[in-house]
């Protein structure tokens, strides 16, 4: 979206703000104001089952072989209690805190002690002092961009470690990963418990937060925009970028070297998950400053939700693939081999060029060529808080044509490509793309949802040009 803006005479930012009939407020910017009954059972039901249904999944893989359907049979059955299931659990130990310490100590380390040098000499990369979007108090945050830098110096390091150094075994992070998800749930929960102290009582800025008076939505969803520490730590994009996705691919390596060392290989199917999901993080440390524009950082609250989120559901159920795979290798054809590589490298392609055309579209306010021609779009007005006119344009060309979240699609295709390395013999590694299917959907409703509340009938408009949200001709 291209934008430029008009000020209203002072007597008319005074009064209410309305646009196209819509009554615009904060209301567009992230959670909600109030809590109706549905978004509390949601969220209740999510605080207590979503730490054991990560549980489930690796205990299942630990224990029954991946199977998630032989844990249940032996509870209904009376084979096995609860009990018995938990006390085969390896338990929180010295050297799995130790190890999470120091990772996330390094973390830290990374982010916030070395500028980034990448912009400096990769071609196209944009690092280092980045702004980010207008939050609803009207502060323009900076960032400093160094998610790619923070990557590579880490992966350099366990290379480093594997071949040369031996200081610690590559499949450290799979030997100890029941006892590591201990500390990551601690930390889940620790840094989401004082991300509400703080909004509470030392908020990094008053104007940006969010009270409910439900103290379970704002635990989960955050009351802080923008929680930081000092100048340059900020919460969100610290914990939405590392230490979770920076681990994303060190996981998939320790998954990969388990496999050499119980097998003797590496199979076919365990390289394309580590070069398909390795190519998603990369993109997105690339492209870690446009994720500043995001809905990530525009418009969530930092609370449980990101927070524990973040730490815990996103290493452990993002890379079920990997661990699949090492209690049951799959070596595939070559044909479905090529197949799935195809099916995810088109899945990225679809997924990175949708975005590439509306941030084209946006920098250049449309004066860009999409697909060899000038773009087509809906122009469109909304109001901010203060009474302030801004124009914008809704591209309706290349991929946005198609459909309104083609990025989505995109997204889904590699997801399903991930999926598809693990054969069919178990449900536990489709789990992911079950959770994506419901993750881009549920966006899709929640972003249509704020932009009809901020667009009003110009959105319709656009609806009308471009009618389907994810496939064409289906949905």
Not at 149 to 157: E, F, G, Y
Request: hydrophobic fraction near 40%.
């Amino acid at each position: 979206m291209a934008a430029h803006q008009e000020k209203k005479p002072s007597e008319e930012r005074n009064r209410k703000s309305t646009q196209n009939g819509t009554r615009t407020s904060q209301v567009q910017w992230g959670r909600a104001w109030e809590v109706d009954w549905f978004s509390l059972a949601s969220i209740l039901f999510l605080l207590m089952f979503a730490p054991l249904i990560v549980y489930f999944f690796i205990m299942s893989c630990d224990q029954y072989q991946c199977s998630l359907i032989d844990p249940v049979i032996d509870l209904l059955t009376g084979n096995k209690y609860l009990s018995d299931i938990w006390n085969k659990t390896p338990t929180l130990t010295y050297r799995a805190a130790g190890i999470y310490t120091l990772w996330v100590a390094f973390q830290v380390f990374l982010y916030v002690c070395i500028p980034d040098f990448c912009h400096k000499f990769l071609p196209g990369y944009v690092g280092g002092v980045q702004e980010g979007a207008v939050t609803p108090a009207g502060v323009v945050n900076k960032y400093e961009i160094n998610g790619l830098q923070a990557w590579i110096i880490t992966h350099v390091l366990w290379f480093a470690n594997a071949y040369y150094f031996h200081c610690f075994s590559p499949t450290i992070i799979f030997d100890n990963w029941i006892p590591l998800l201990w500390c990551a749930n601690i930390l889940g929960y620790a840094v989401s418990t004082f991300a509400m102290i703080k909004g509470y009582f030392f908020p990094t800025n008053a104007k940006d937060c969010k009270f409910t008076g439900n103290f379970f939505y704002d635990y989960m969803m955050g009351i802080e925009f923008n929680p930081r520490i000092g100048k340059w730590f900020d919460f969100k994009l610290f914990f939405n970028g590392r230490p979770g996705i920076v681990a994303w691919t060190l996981i998939n390596l320790s998954y990969a070297a388990k496999q050499q060392e119980l097998y003797g290989q590496v199979t076919n199917s365990m390289i394309l998950v580590n070069v398909l999901q390795g190519i998603y993080v990369l993109d997105f440390f690339w492209n870690e400053a446009w994720y500043l524009k995001t809905i990530d950082i525009c418009h969530d609250h930092f609370g449980w939700y990101l927070g524990w989120g973040d730490c815990v559901w996103l290493p452990y159920l993002y890379t079920l693939q990997g661990l699949y795979l090492v209690y049951h290798p799959v070596q595939l054809g070559t044909a479905n081999a090529i197949g799935i590589l195809m099916l995810g490298l088109i899945g990225y392609y679809v997924f990175r060029m949708t975005n590439h055309q509306k941030d084209l579209f946006r920098r250049t306010n449309g004066n860009c060529k999409i697909w060899g021609k000038k773009p087509e779009y809906i122009e469109c007005s909304y109001m901010s808080v203060d009474g302030t006119k801004y124009h914008s344009k809704l591209m309706t060309s290349g991929f946005w044509g198609w459909a309104r979240h083609f990025n989505y699609t995109g997204d889904l295709m590699g997801s399903l490509a991930y999926c598809l390395t693990c054969g069919f013999d178990h449900i536990l590694p489709y789990f992911y793309i079950v959770y994506m299917t419901i993750l881009l959907t549920h966006r899709c409703i929640r972003d249509e949802h704020r932009c009809l509340s901020k667009y009003g009938k110009d959105w319709k408009r656009y609806t009308s040009a471009v009618p389907y949200r994810l496939i064409p001709g289906i949905f």
